[in-house]
Every structure is written in C-alpha cells, then in structure tokens.
C-alpha cells in the first residue's frame, strides 16, 4: 500500500467520523462488560485529531501519525487513550520520514505499541484479537478491504472470550457472551481508512 499524507489524513478524519458515527454502539458495548466510557472518550479524542489536523500542516504520513498519537494520549482518558495513542506513535515511528506508508509495517509497529503498553495477548479479549489478525493478513500482503475484514471477524472471535485484562477481566466469566469494545473500535477505524483508501 502507498499513502502519502493527504490520503492518510484523509483516513483519519474518515475514522473520526465512523466514532462518531459508532459512538452509541461502543457506549453499550462499553457498559456491559467495562465502565461505559469507550464510545464517548473515543469520539471526543477523535474530535480533538481534527481540530488538531485543521491548524496543523503535517509534511509526512508520520508526522500526522505522531499528530494522532500525541492528541489522543493527551485528550483522552481512561485506557483508550494511551493505548491507542501508543499505537499511533509506533506507527509514526515506523513510518519515519518516508513519503508514504507501508501498512504491514505500521500495523505491525502499532500492536508491538499495544503489547507493550497494555501487556495483552490475543485471546485475552482486548483490541489485541482484532489487531493481530489485521497485521497477518497485512504482512501476507493483504489490501486494506481484506485487513479490515480480519479485524472485524477477530473483533466477532472476542463474544465468547473470557476477558483476561482490564476492567472486564474484573467480571470473570460474566464477561464471556460480550463483544469487547476496544476490539470493536478497532475494527471501526479500521474499516473507515480501508473505505478512504479504497481497499488499497
């Protein structure tokens, strides 16, 4: 996949818009197995990277990546926020300075981000089971279209897990039969850059 920065900050706002857009569902996803605040603090944070985008004038695919990561680790709160902001800062990271992205290569840099930071493997029904199947399909050599498919069926995989970390690690086996928000989300913002990209 080649983006270059236009067309990555284009996905952004696109993804800014599909959390809007799944605001409610990740609120009702979040309140049955967590503290109901996944779908608002994501939609708010999101709404800061535009307004971020709108004053800022990024020269590089990374430099709006790092724009990203830096909006929500500081506007976010709750686990969200750091975990997706890690994710982005990787990504940045690996992006470097090239003028367009590799997407294996950042997506495989953006789940080292959230390993680290949120300690998690798949099957512990986190945003891990929808990322880590994405990242194969991409490293295969998958399109955009195909990447978000995998996230979205690893997202699906996470209703019969019981959760192994956070807060809905907390309610055992009541946790099973639930769709983990943080995997939806996931696969919303990555379903939206595979709609601006194309499928590219």
């Not at 009702?28 to 608002?40: C, F, R, S, T, V």
């Not at 390993?115 to 199947?133: C, E, F, I, N, S």
Request: net charge negative; aromatic share 4%; hydrophobic share 50%.
């Amino acid at each position: 996949m080649g983006c270059d920065t236009a067309a990555v900050a284009a996905a952004v706002r696109r993804a800014a818009a599909a959390v809007a857009e799944h605001r409610d569902e990740l609120v009702d996803l979040d309140k049955a197995i967590g503290d109901g605040d996944h779908g608002e603090n994501l939609k708010r944070g999101f709404g800061f990277v535009v307004s971020a985008l709108d004053s800022a004038d990024p020269g590089t695919p990374g430099a709006v990546l790092k724009l990203v990561a830096t909006t929500l680790i500081s506007k976010v709160g709750g686990a969200s926020g750091p975990l997706y902001g890690t994710a982005f800062l990787r990504a940045a990271t690996a992006a470097g300075d090239s003028a367009e992205l590799d997407l294996a290569v950042v997506l495989q840099a953006a789940l080292g981000g959230i390993t680290d930071r949120g300690k998690a493997v798949a099957g512990d029904k986190t945003m891990v089971d929808a990322l880590a199947p994405a990242v194969q399909v991409a490293l295969a050599g998958g399109d955009l279209t195909a990447v978000a498919d995998a996230a979205d069926q690893g997202a699906e995989s996470t209703i019969p897990l019981v959760a192994r970390k956070g807060r809905a690690s907390y309610l055992g086996q009541r946790s099973a039969g639930h769709l983990d928000p943080g995997a939806r989300s996931t696969a919303v913002i990555l379903r939206a850059f595979a709609a601006e990209g194309g499928g590219a």
